[in-house]
């Protein structure tokens, strides 16, 4: 059989928003395959109701493993659930999110297996039989497309490329025989955890600010713009401001931060060295707003604004703010 | 504290690249190569805790050509005490790296294994944990703070919008993410020291893994640029395009 297993991924029983772009790329390889997908969910209490949802992506058969041990991720347990799912079932592929769960549980996954994997995938297909994938390299600087002469081949999907599709799958939920077992590392709790704005790699829109908005007093300008954006946006930032301690590491674009390709970037004040283009410029469509005309960002953005951030942003912020409350 | 840290020799990350003629490979001309910069955190975190116990021994590897010498030699000058060189053809695939690793760690006494979070050239992010899964040990990836506390582990890895804690007992793997501390550059006493510390050269022979490269390419081109305006006045038109043009507002 061409079967495709999908992990799952949820958070405090549940479904993460990738977790559908997951299964929903692995019915498009199922399809392809003439196969089944088989998502894999494991969590706390009320994850195996919120799995059932999946069906309405795709899946075929809904695995689930609800325990309260599974509120927080546990890699163990879910290397264990998928290297036995895998034997029981030998499937083509095994899709993984290439978030921060995915990646890691993706690799741990590779190495039980010994089984190579492919990280961060943006595109792909099957061609004489066996699966093709297109993956960045050099934070996107580059493309490699690399064929899996083996399988089950290992996919880690970069998180907002692959659209979330509505089909009807048979949807048929089992309950795995997966108890807490041996536990290496143990996953004691979440700290921080605030969750008022998106990661920068899952949002729908990035508003990113550089050195050009001068303090990290004026990031309140770029909230506002966010907030008039709406929940889908959220807050980035250059290297030079992350270095200069103005805003978190976790914001930081480029190929020494994340690289994200958003529906919309802002770049505010960024004037676009090169590591921070190779992790933006997968971007739908770029916007850049800086003082100078001959700054490096303008080459990458679709539209560009020659001005100061200070009058460009509260202007842009309200214009926005106009168009929402007019239902736009 | 004994420590072994896995580096990485990787273009500078300001480097321009360009796909070699074959299709295959990187223009290396006019490529500054240098340390993977998660791989500093990494050895940095391994000095600071052999400093702090007050004895062991922190030993660098990689897995290049002849030119990651370079690499280790920095690694040596910023304190390490040894070094290996395991001399492969790298790919792509990062599996293959991982069992020529977890083969020459295996029989190695450690109490932490540490890794950069990720290669800044495959970008794989996939070494350490597959190290850890083949030796049979703990790990904890993208990890920004690191506590020790008799021979068991509290780190914090950062995962979207906060950090988990992750728990172990020693030995583990740990990958590090920029900020677990502030790496230090070498001194000149450092780099002199360097030159006499022990570096074990060895060829290995890599067993293909599951992926084969078919190609490179660059980057797909982005649309024409267009400047819209300047000042605060352009704002209206540009919210006009971002509407009807394509429609993203």
Known sequence: MADVIAYAEMRDGTLRPVA?????????????????????????????????????????????????????????????????????????????????????????VAGRLDRSLASEVTEFDVEDGSIVVTRPVY??????????????????????????????????????????????????GIEGGSRERLDVREADVVV??????????????????????????????????????????????GQTGKVVSPSLYFAIGISGAIQHLAGM???????????????????????????DAFEVVPRLTEEIRTLRDSGG | MNSIVCIKRVPDSEARIRVAADGRSIDPSGVKFDMNEYDKYAIEEAIQRREAAGDGQVTVITVGGDEARETLRQALAMGADDAVLLRADVSLDGLPIARALADEIRGRPFDLLLFGKQAIDDDGMQVPAMVSELL??????????????????????????????????????????????????????GIMAAKKKPLEEKDVALVDGGLELVGLTGPPARPEPQIVGEGAEAVPELVRRLRQEVKVL
């Open chain 1, 20 to 108: 559908r772009e997951t299964v929903s790329a692995a019915r498009v390889l199922a399809d392809e395959l003439g196969g089944n997908v088989v998502a894999v969910a494991l969590g706390g209490p009320g994850s195996a109701d919120a799995a059932r949802e999946l069906a309405g992506y795709g899946a075929d058969r809904i695995l689930t493993a609800e325990n309260e041990a599974f509120a927080n991720y546990d890699p163990d347990s879910a290397v264990r659930a998928i290297e036995s799912i895998a034997g029981d079932m030998s499937p083509v592929a095994i899709v993984f999110p290439a978030s921060a769960q995915g990646k890691d549980l993706s690799a741990r």
């Open chain 1, 139 to 188: 934070a996107g600087k580059a493309y490699a497309r690399l064929r899996f002469r083996e399988t089950p081949a290992l996919i880690s999907l970069r998180p907002n490329v692959f659209p979330v599709v509505k089909k009807q799958g048979a949807g048929v939920a089992e309950a795995l025989d997966l108890e807490p077992g041996e536990v290496r590392t143990r996953v004691s």
């Open chain 1, 208 to 253: 990113a600010g550089g050195r050009g908005m001068q303090a990290p007093e004026h990031w309140k300008m770029l909230d506002d713009l966010v907030d008039a954006l709406g929940p889908q946006a959220t807050l980035g930032a250059s290297r030079a401001v992350v270095d200069a301690g103005w805003r978190p590491h976790g914001e930081q674009v």
């Open chain 1, 281 to 307: 410029q997968t971007a739908n469509v770029i916007v850049a707003v800086n003082k100078d005309p001959e700054a490096p960002i303008f080459s990458v953005a679709n539209y560009g604004i020659v001005g």
């Open chain 2, 136 to 189: 049979g040990l703990p790990c904890a990836t993208v990890v920004v703070s690191l506590q020790i506390e008799n021979g068991r582990a509290i780190a914090r890895r950062e995962i979207e919008g906060g950090h988990e804690v992750v728990e172990f007992e020693l030995p583990g793997v740990i990958a590090a993410q920029k900020g677990l501390n502030e790496p230090r550059y070498p001194s000149l006493k």
